[in-house]
């Protein structure tokens, strides 16, 4: 089974991402933590990247498609993988479909989390006063992360969709909530 979350900067992807793992024993492959790994480590592509994902713009598909390319390689994804925050622009979506079919594989099923722009700045400005705030966290760069989602990842939609393989979730119900319509779409994908 491959699943690819989907939808806005703090939508709950990486939360429901978790949950599928622990649940199925399926690995999240999640580009935004894979980039942040990287800056964490002083890596070459980590200075590369960090400033971009301060601004909150996209890393070049180049760069996210080899660290996904690479990681796919590894046998924890034999079974399949959650991919949660990637892919980000139609031409990711072409070269995941691409390298899928090169191991026998495709995305099974697509879930958009559905979540209004207003309740995603009131999240992440609880996050702040929580103090679980990311570096990319603020009102601004937030502001761009959605500017970049509309622009950039929203079209996505209508890429999958064509393919029939889009269950939209409603992201605003809570946590247990969500995790029921996502199980209830992946067992009906044959997972
Ligand atoms: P969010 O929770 O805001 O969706 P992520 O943790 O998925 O954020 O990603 C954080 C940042 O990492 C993005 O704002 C972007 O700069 C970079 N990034 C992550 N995944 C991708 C991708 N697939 N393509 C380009 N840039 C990416």
Redesign the pocket.
Known sequence: MNLVLFGP??AGK?TQAKILQEKRGLPQL????M?RAAIASGSELGRKVES??AK????SDEV?ISIIQERLKKPDCAKGAVFD????TIP?AEALDKLLAGLSRKIDVVIELKVNDEILLDRVKQRIAQGLSRA?DNPETLKN?LAVYHRNTAPLIAFYGKQGKVVTVDGMAPIPEVTKQITAAVEKAGG
């Open positions: 900067p703090g990486g999640s580009t935004g933590d980039l971009i994902l909150g713009d996209l890393v996210v925050g990637f892919p980000r990711q990319d992360r």
